[in-house]
């Protein structure tokens, strides 16, 4: 059993690094993996992540990334675990059927849940679940994250319980945030919330017109069987997808893929007619921001050593900032409009976003052949082909044919 631990959004130095010492020690006879997201400063035993993710929901969706474990559990430095509690959640867990998420028991708190169902602060989850339903969405900065996962795991047939034998000490609270920054990042988590469950403002009274989040949860669980995963296919897309920290996976729907490329625009002087010079501008490659995005085809014969997922080629691992900017200079291009290229952060996101947009089509899909030999002319390119009188042998070589 390897037991990976995240702490996330960590911003006491000596705070953090007594956690890590206490897991531990309160841990002899288990092979740990603690993974740390800070601003700044490293602590010992454990793999330190640089914590740009604005927010612990953020930061621990970010963290996760890093995990190595069966089991993954997080935490904030706020919270000093007990003997043996990580050993007691994971043997609670292997007694329920996935998806399930075991939330630690804090003593004299009370259990928190969204109409009806319990929803995890701090808990801990096989690595099977994670394949299931994901880990925490990285569009919630602060708040929401954990109600989110906990609703994610009831829609998909599973639940959420406290250990009781899992008990963790509560010592305060933060989230990562300055004061001025929690109240607009609330509200914006609010909004994704919302939009993301119709059915509840608050998981308390009902949107007019919708309905409850725990009718609408019970009747989309009794309707519709529990999705099959193939565990090999979900390790693949794990694996080619695990994005680095401040990296993107970008997904492409054209045949031979692209350079990424980023320009600048520089001030040069030329000679003008009749003595002088004049100054204008020219753009410039921007040194060291080119790459290479897979797209959809490969070589006959060989598979492809890259993810294709709906269509799209996926290249992992592209920096950020790199795509922000250039998706800032192309976002009239018809390939960002037509969403033939995106991209996420996470890896799941862009796979789902991939199936999402599997039937858009690109225009350079190859010409379909029918079984006889000829051009399948339902194909609407071949259709305006053959209205130009120019043309309009494609219809006639059939004729003869």
């Known amino acids: 059993m390897v037991i990976s631990v995240l702490i996330a959004a960590a911003r006491d130095v000596a705070r953090t690094q007594y956690l890590v010492d206490q897991i531990y020690e309160m841990h002899p006879n288990i092979e740990l993996d603690i993974v740390v997201s800070s601003p700044s400063f490293n602590i010992d035993r454990a793999l330190n992540v640089r914590d740009d993710f604005s927010g612990s929901s953020r930061a621990l969706a970010g963290t996760a990334y890093f995990a190595k474990g069966d089991y993954i559990a997080w935490l904030t430095d706020e919270c000093l675990p007990t003997q043996n509690c990580l050993k007691s959640m994971g043997d609670f867990i292997d007694q329920h059927p996935t998806p399930f998420i075991g939330e630690f028991y804090i003593p004299g708190d009370r259990r928190c849940d969204a109409c009806g169902f319990q929803y995890p602060r701090w808990g801990m989850m096989s690595r099977s679940t994670t394949n299931t339903i994901g880990f925490f969405d990285e569009d919630f900065i602060s708040f929401f994250g954990d109600v989110d996962l906990g609703l994610r795991c009831w829609e998909n047939g599973g639940s959420v319980e406290t250990c009781e034998?899992?008990?963790?000490?509560?010592?305060?609270?933060?989230?990562?945030?300055?004061?001025g920054n929690a109240e607009k990042s609330k509200q914006l988590d609010e909004a994704l919330f919302i939009s993301k469950w119709p059915g509840q403002k608050f998981w308390e009274s009902p949107i007019e017109g919708e309905p409850t989040m725990a009718k609408r949860l019970a009747l989309k669980r009794k309707a519709e069987p529990i999705r099959q995963h193939d565990p090999d296919e979900d390790f693949k897309v794990g694996q080619m997808l695990k994005a680095k920290t401040g990296m993107?996976?970008?997904?492409?729907?054209?045949?031979?893929?692209?350079?990424?490329?980023?320009?600048?625009?520089?001030?040069r002087q030329e000679p003008i007619l009749g003595g002088g010079y004049r100054t204008f501008k020219m753009s410039r490659a921007v040194e060291g921001s080119k790459y290479r995005l897979n797209g959809n085809t490969f070589p006959f014969g060989q598979p492809p050593n890259f993810l294709i997922i709906g269509?799209?080629?996926?290249?992992?691992?592209i920096p950020e900032n790199v795509w922000d900017k250039w998706l800032e200079q192309n976002k009239d291009s018809d390939l960002v409009r037509n969403k033939l290229i995106f991209a996420y952060r996470s890896g799941d996101k862009v796979a789902d976003c991939a199936k999402e947009h599997a039937k858009t089509r690109s225009g350079m899909e190859p010409i379909a052949i029918n079984r006889d030999g000829s051009l399948d002319m339902s194909d609407s390119r071949l259709r305006v082909f053959a209205k130009q009188g120019n043309l309009s042998g494609i219809e006639k070589a059939n004729e003869k044919e």
Do not use: R, W
């Open 165 to 179: 034998q899992s008990i963790i000490k509560h010592m305060s609270c933060h989230d990562g945030l300055t004061a």
């Open 248 to 267: 993107v996976s970008v997904a492409l729907k054209l045949p031979n893929g692209i350079f990424l490329q980023l320009y600048e625009f520089i001030e």
């Open 311 to 317: 269509n799209y080629g996926i290249t992992p691992n």
